[in-house]
């Protein structure tokens, strides 16, 4: 079945010679819709490549005196067609508050830009259970106003973002579950991120209740991309 595939590079790689080789890479994908989530200066070459293009972060103002911002607009006529909203990194280095993270969801919305909300709960919560887990997994989502299903929910537990730890996939379900039982939408899309890589990532395809996959570290190292591509093309 064809699933959604984010390719997050975060901040890699360093050079336009290396975003041009992991877009000529991730082409490779054939299965299923990839999405590249470069950083800003590379998502024009990125583009040109023909993949879908998303972004990692923008502003909420439209244009103006916002030094060092960039908006939806601008984003979007470089061929963004996604946007990443929440993602646990700017909520916890750059302050992104559920307040911050709201208006860019309802900003994104507004501007035809799907955005991808995440949300994930710290390990402090989960140690003490799943039930609270799952309860501030819900708090995040009704922060958020939602009056339309043109959107992505992520689920990326912040313990197993770039720890080489994930979730497991029979988790990751049930979690899943809980979120479409509260969105109450079948078509909703849903899928996992945290530490997916060539090892793991057919185990979450395979689950009917996983949509699809938001992947880091393995999607802009070159050797770990390969091996990403390749398995998902023998599977
Ligand atoms: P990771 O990151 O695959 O490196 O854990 C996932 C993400 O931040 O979306």
Redesign the pocket.
């Known amino acids: 079945m064809r699933k959604f595939i984010?390719l997050?590079w975060?901040m890699n790689p360093a050079t336009l010679r290396e975003a041009k080789e992991l877009a000529f890479v991730s082409r490779g994908i054939k299965k299923h819709e990839v999405v590249l989530f470069p950083p800003f200066p590379f998502i024009p070459v990125a583009s040109k490549s023909g993949m879908k293009i998303g972004a990692q972060n923008f502003s909420i103002e439209k244009n103006g005196a916002h030094t060092g911002e960039i908006s939806l607009s601008m984003l979007k006529s470089v061929g963004a067609r996604y946007a990443?909203v929440g993602?646990?990194?700017r909520r916890t280095h750059f302050g992104e508050t559920d307040v911050l993270v709201s208006k860019k969801f309802s900003a994104s919305i507004l501007a035809q830009v799907t955005p991808v909300l995440?949300v994930g709960e710290p390990w402090e919560i989960r140690k003490k259970g799943i039930r609270l887990a799952e309860a501030y997994i819900k708090r995040q989502i009704a922060s958020v106003r939602i009056k339309t299903n043109n959107f992505i929910i992520?689920y990326?537990p912040v313990w197993?973002?770039?720890?080489g730890r994930?979730c497991s996939p029979s988790d990751a379900v049930k979690m899943a579950e809980v979120i479409r039982g509260k969105m109450k939408d079948e078509r909703l899309k849903i899928i996992y991120?945290?530490?997916?890589?060539a090892r793991n990532i057919k185990a979450f395809l395979d689950e009917k209740e996983i949509d699809g996959v938001?992947?880091?570290?393995?999607?802009s190292d070159i050797k770990k991309l390969r091996k990403l591509v390749a398995t998902l093309n023998n599977a």
Not at 214 to 219: F, R, T
């Open positions: 984010g997050n975060k990443l993602h646990s990194e995440c992520a990326e197993a973002i770039g720890t994930a991120g945290g530490s997916v890589d938001l992947v880091g570290g393995a999607s």
